[in-house]
């Protein structure tokens, strides 16, 4: 295999993971702070991926361990308090070896992390799920959100998936729901007829009847429902792009939930002057719903610093202990852009 420019098989590394609910994504980054190595799986919360630590485990070995001084990773659903975490961090230990410094916490706190360099501020991440942290001028952590699909995530990409799937559900079951249009796009981007599709009246019962067949078998199939419904997040923003109403009040809705988490992470830390705030997360690509919630929050977001890549290598590289100054910092945001998907890969 043709090494990268930028090392050699004696230098020592660093590894960053940013493991959400639909997505795992990992480099090995260079003491110059050059990406020399990724790869990318599905995701690694497990709370809703049963087979998250073969996944995660694999993650791991295709990346090179010649090296490699120390690891940051922050995974969705992983709390340090919690005693179901030890397996976590029992399988990252296993795989990089006892030799590797390691630091594991939530996704949001590398992200928050990357965002600010270490920096005051609130960071909204709306993935698959959605969750707020927010760091005061002392330093000190406030989190809201994060309680997972049964109990929350609202604003995020289950949220807005399911909300999008429960409009096509409502129409198969009532005739005359409103925005027929909206429901026929869904289904279409699943693959699965729509009522109007047939020829006759009588032909359209038996598709209605049909379609709700056909999408119950559609939930029933997905081998990880969660993040396949997460993914019709795209589908909103698209159909609200194209001026869709039920998708654009659909965002509009999970602005206000996610201005809600961020005043909640706020007040929890009791600042008197407004916090700078930025975002991540596949749902903020949309450019309705980020306008949406600047109005909120009457303020513009800050474009993050570092990705949540960055914020995971900011730690690795502290604990490998080297100095992580504004040039490094530029160095690693500079490789990490060049060497980011162009497009998620598809969830197995």
């Known amino acids: 295999m043709k090494q990268d420019s930028h090392t050699n098989r004696a230098d020592p590394t660093i590894l960053a993971l940013d493991g959400g609910g639909t997505y795992t994504r990992a480099v090995i980054i260079t003491r110059e702070g050059h990406v020399s190595a990724r790869a990318e799986g599905p995701g690694c919360n497990p709370f809703d991926r049963p087979d998250w630590a073969e996944c995660l485990r694999t993650l791991l070995e295709r990346l090179p361990h010649h090296g490699l001084r120390a ?11 919690r005693p179901s975490c030890t397996a ?3 399988l990252v230990r296993a795989a990089l070896g006892p030799d590797v410094a390691l630091c594991l916490e ?5 992200a928050h992390r990357g965002a600010f360099a270490d920096g005051p501020g609130i960071f909204i991440l709306a993935g698959t799920g959605s969750v707020v942290m927010a760091r005061g001028a002392d ?3 406030a ?5 997972g699909w049964l109990l929350g995530d609202e604003g995020g990409g289950y949220w807005l998936g399911r909300k999008a799937l429960r409009h096509a559900a409502h129409y198969l079951d009532t005739p005359h729901a409103p925005d027929p249009a909206f429901a026929h796009a869904l289904l279409h981007r699943l693959s699965l007829p729509a009522p109007d599709d047939a020829p006759s009246s009588h032909h359209a019962t038996t598709t209605r009847a049909n379609a709700a067949n056909a999408l119950r078998e559609w939930l029933r199939t997905r081998a990880h429902p969660r993040s396949a419904i997460a993914e019709l997040a795209l589908f ?25 988490q961020a005043q909640a992470a706020t007040d929890q830390l009791g600042e008197a002057a407004p916090l700078p705030w930025s975002h991540g997360g596949s749902v903020m690509h949309s450019p309705i719903l980020l306008t949406a919630l600047t109005t909120l929050l009457h303020r513009a977001p800050l474009p993050p610093r570092l990705p949540p890549l960055g914020g995971a290598a900011l730690r690795a590289a502290r604990l490998a202990g080297w100095t992580c100054g504004p040039d490094w910092i530029s160095t690693l945001a500079h490789s990490l852009r060049a060497h980011a998907p162009t497009q998620p890969e598809p969830t197995p």
């Open 139 to 141: 330093g000190r952590p």
């Open 71 to 81: 690891a940051g990773l922050g995974m969705a659903g992983y709390d340090a308090e």
């Open 236 to 260: 909103v923003s698209e159909q609200a792009d194209a001026g869709s109403p039920t998708a654009t009040a659909l965002l509009h809705r999970a602005a206000r939930h996610l201005a809600e």
């Open 106 to 110: 939530n996704d949001v706190e590398t």
């Open 88 to 90: 976590q961090d029992n």
């Open 143 to 147: 989190r809201a959100g994060g309680w």
